[in-house]
């Protein structure tokens, strides 16, 4: 089954605001990774946040990590339409593999 | 970071045919991966093809259906073979390279969209 769980699996905002999807996971992992894609294409790498770092910035997005709930959170702010995707998380657990959640469809209304 | 092409990004198949799908990297990349996603899902690693060496498929996944080659250290293909309806995904390959972040990161391929009818 998959590690990660997504939450909400969809979202819909106004332009301008901000969007928060959150993820969890099950088992311990080495490090966490945010990734977008756009209407079914190839996956853009936005983020990895190392298991022992609990926040980290990118431009617009901020990414927590809380290993003792065993989730974390994914913030854009200031929404613009582009942002419109679906973003995953994936995890990195002793395996080194990738093990993607189900993803959040965000949609930013103008 | 890596910039990855595959051929061909869409295609539409028979029923009972095969389809090779080719990953290209612009750097020499010792982890290349392929995974599928179906419609509406999100994505399953298919398996791990290292060059040199056999590739290492996932649960679920046979190297009879989904045979790899890695001739070298930046190219590989992916064949799905005798195809059905329910091979309708689309596939994707990634690489893995050390990242800024000072660990490995993968990152792919715009991936191949099929639809087998």
């Known amino acids: 089954s998959q590690q990660g769980e997504e939450d909400p699996q969809a979202l819909s905002i106004q332009e301008g605001e901000n969007a928060t999807m959150n993820c969890s996971y099950k088992t311990s992992i080495n490090n966490l990774q945010w990734y977008r894609q756009n209407s079914g294409r190839g996956l853009v790498h936005l983020i990895l946040?190392?298991?022992?770092?609990r926040e980290k910035h990118s431009g617009r997005l901020r990414v927590t990590l809380d290993t003792s709930k065993k989730s974390s959170s994914l913030l854009i702010t200031a929404s613009r339409a582009a942002d419109t995707a679906s973003y995953f998380c994936a995890t990195v657990g002793g395996a080194q593999k990738l093990v993607f959640g189900q993803g959040t469809r965000l949609t930013i209304n103008p | 970071s890596a910039v990855i092409s595959q051929k061909p990004s869409r295609d539409i198949c028979q029923r009972g045919t095969s389809l090779t799908i080719q990953c290209q990297v612009d750097?020499?990349?010792?982890?290349m991966f392929w995974y599928r996603q179906q419609p509406g899902q999100s994505l399953t690693l298919i398996a791990t093809?290292?060059?040199?060496?056999?590739?290492?498929?996932e649960s679920g996944f046979v190297i009879d259906k989904f045979p790899i080659s890695r001739p070298n250290l930046t190219f590989s293909t992916l064949t799905v073979s005798n195809m059905s309806p329910e091979d309708s995904s689309i596939y994707l390959c990634?690489?893995?390279?050390?990242?800024?972040?000072?660990?490995?990161?993968?990152?792919f391929g715009p991936g191949t969209r099929l639809t087998v009818l």
């Open positions: 946040i190392r298991s022992n770092e």
């Open positions: 990634s690489v893995e390279v050390f990242g800024l972040a000072g660990m490995n990161e993968q990152f």
């Open positions: 750097s020499q990349v010792t982890m």
């Open positions: 093809a290292n060059q040199g060496s056999e590739a290492t498929y």
